[in-house]
């Protein structure tokens, strides 16, 4: 392959003028100015290469280096254009000897050619190791072309992934086990097929990555108290990064938090000496309740003598309505006030007695 240069050593395409030309490129080098070597048509000379539907301008320099670099990448266009157009010619011969075959063999090739994918599937076809334009194809029937054609099913049901327990050191130093579940779908088929050489296997370990990196920024008791907090958050992170695989993240969920044993016993004590503590503090509060009851009611029986001979009759009907064999029958503290009175005034006298006789 001849590539002319121009008096300084530039590559020169035919047709260099500002936009077309006669080169595989579509475009050339060209010199504003004069025709001369050096343009002496006054200010400073520019060079603009015209490359595929573009010209970019920069300043005339004679360095070596940058003639060299100018020299390689026009030579690498010319490869690359030389390459795609010999891939292309070659691609439509096999293309025809394809369809060639097919019609040959009929009607046996059409069991070949046929293809059926379900409703939830899709079918990423490469033919010549490129994708055919369209996308993927489905649900129903495609026909691909023998020796040619390769497909690739894709299955866009919702899959579920049980994140194993993943052991997790938590902001204030605390070791916990933690496991989750993930619900993913493939969103894009074609790009979950080109873009990435397992979609599925590398959604389930940037999962478990997730899923340490999250917890290592909480505290325990927001682990503990914020599970639905934390399950959005690594949702839309997860989501986010899986995008570019054609993977969508509907659900992540968080199942179990283990905690160490010594752990679970010293938050249970805690615990329970927290409810003791309650427990004291509100008997308490009954106690001073009922006291406060007892001394209004004692107010009341205070100020009616009879009301305590009632309150009698009505503990007596309660015991009696248990069925009890043996009643307990209360003594009325009243008689009980007359004996002490009537001792009391016996011994009154009998000192009075006995002072007299002396």
């Not at 009696?320 to 009243?334: C, H, R, Y």
């Amino acid at each position: 392959m001849m590539i002319p240069l121009d008096p300084m050593g530039l590559p020169v395409v035919n047709g260099g003028g500002s936009g077309g030309g006669g080169g595989p490129v579509g475009g050339g080098v060209r010199r504003s100015g004069s025709d001369g070597p050096m343009g002496t048509s006054g200010g400073m000379n520019t060079i603009s290469i015209a490359t595929i539907g573009s010209s970019v301008p920069f300043h005339h320099q004679t360095d070596d280096a940058y003639r060299s670099k100018l020299m390689k990448n026009t030579l690498r266009n010319y490869a690359e254009d030389e390459t795609n157009g010999e891939a292309s010619t070659c691609g439509r011969i096999l293309i025809f000897l394809s369809w060639v075959l097919v019609v040959l063999t009929m009607p046996f090739s059409l069991l070949v050619c046929f293809k059926v994918v379900q409703e939830y599937e899709r079918a990423v076809i490469f033919r010549l190791g490129r994708l055919v334009q369209g996308g993927a194809k489905g649900p129903g029937i495609f026909f691909i072309l023998p020796c040619i054609d390769a497909y690739a099913r894709v299955d866009l049901r919702t899959r579920t992934y049980d994140v194993p327990p993943q052991e997790v050191l938590t902001k204030d130093s605390v070791t916990v086990s933690v496991d989750a579940v993930v619900y993913y779908r493939v969103s894009n088929a074609t790009v979950s097929i080109a873009n990435v050489e397992n979609a599925h296997h590398s959604t389930r370990l940037l999962a478990q990555t997730t899923l340490r990196n999250t917890m290592g920024t909480r505290h325990l008791h927001e682990i503990l108290s914020e599970r639905m907090t934390i399950s959005g958050s690594m949702q839309l992170s997860l989501d986010e990064a899986t995008e570019a695989w054609g993977i969508k993240v509907e659900r992540v969920e968080i199942k179990d938090v283990r905690l160490p044993v010594q752990l679970q016993r010293a938050m249970a004590a805690e615990a329970e000496a927290a409810r003791e503590a309650r427990a004291k503090v509100i008997a308490a509060e009954g106690e001073q309740k009922a006291s406060r009851a007892l001394r209004e009611a004692s107010e009341v029986i205070g100020d009616s003598p009879a009301a305590l001979q009632l309150r009698y009759l009505q503990t007596l009907n309660t015991i009696s309505a248990e069925k009890n064999s043996t009643i307990v029958f209360p003594l009325p503290i009243d008689i009980l006030t007359y004996f002490m009175k009537s001792k009391e005034t016996f011994a009154a006298s009998h000192s009075k007695a006995a002072s007299a006789r002396t």
